[in-house]
């Protein structure tokens, strides 16, 4: 006798299932036209199914972040090049031992930004206490780029206070692999920059960005200029390390020139301790 269905039951074939059967019986897929069009990555990497790559990069982190309860991030930008003290202590030690002086200086000057990745470690877990006892929707998560340095320290913080982090990496010409703390589950992997961008706006409700080259820069002033020309809702956009962003960003010059209005100076903080750049955040949400 056959069980009676159920209202909720799907009545579409669930296309993994299909797939996993036809392996499971031991039929190879087959080439080219006959293949799957899903399980086909020739025809998926073409240059015509560009933009179903972008639904699809689009679609499967925002799934996966709103099924574990991720709706609520601060992103945490920052050098991948800054190691923890420890880490830079025993470089130094092993700069010293071989003499070079090209490696020494390397060496001294990880050592002297290494602070760095303790306070945005310290930053993330003051971000992940408060966050143990809020309710589901009132609970702020840790997001980064997925990578070492800074982006390391901040997931590295949230995992040592028991809070799940996001990841989000980028597929470079020299591989970058996770780092260690960020939450399984919440570790994604990026072709496209813009969609990985997206992917950070989505769900931020604050951007500190700590001292980092190139790609910190595109990330910041990206958010910077969505929040300037309205595209995005205000946001708080917190510079970490004020002596390095100052020196870096010459905000006089840029209204001397008349290429920004005094008001655009409001966009953004700079704050020089882990409980500063926290406060900034509180305040603007009255936490």
Do not use: C
């Not at 039929?27 to 036209?33: I, K, M, Q």
């Not at 996001?166 to 692999?177: K, R, T």
């Amino acid at each position: 006798m056959e069980k009676p269905q159920h209202l909720t039951e799907r009545r579409l074939a669930d296309a993994w299932a299909e797939l996993q059967s036809h392996s499971d019986l031991g039929n190879p897929l087959e080439a080219d036209a006959y293949r799957l069009a899903f399980a086909d990555p020739e025809f998926l990497l073409r240059r015509e199914t560009r933009g179903i790559r972008f639904q699809l990069e689009m679609l499967k982190p925002d799934l996966d972040q709103t099924e574990q309860g991720i709706e609520n991030t601060i992103v945490v930008f920052g050098s991948a090049r800054f190691p923890s003290p420890e880490e830079a202590q025993k470089n130094l030690q092993n700069a010293q031992r071989g003499g070079d002086a090209s490696a020494l200086a390397l060496a001294q000057r990880q050592l002297r930004n290494a602070h760095f990745y303790d306070q945005a470690r310290l930053f993330s877990r003051l971000v992940a206490g408060y966050s143990a006892h809020r309710r589901p929707e009132e609970r702020l998560f840790i997001s980064t780029g997925g990578g070492p340095g800074i982006m390391e320290a901040a997931n590295r913080g949230a995992h040592e206070m028991g809070a799940p982090s996001v990841g989000l990496n980028i597929a470079l010409p020299h591989e970058q692999n996770a780092n260690p703390y960020v939450t399984p589950t919440l570790s994604f992997k990026f072709h496209y920059f813009a969609l990985r961008k997206m992917h950070f706006m989505m769900r931020a409700k604050a951007l500190v960005a700590f001292p980092g080259g190139f790609g910190t820069l595109d990330e910041l002033f990206e958010v910077i200029t969505l929040v300037q020309t309205r595209k995005a809702k205000p946001v708080p956009i917190v510079l970490y390390g004020s002596d390095y962003w100052k020196r870096l960003f010459n905000t006089e010059v840029m209204l001397e020139e008349g290429v920004i209005s005094p008001q655009d100076m409001d966009l953004f903080s700079y704050v020089d301790d882990p409980q500063s750049a926290w406060d900034v955040i509180r305040t603007f949400y009255g936490l």
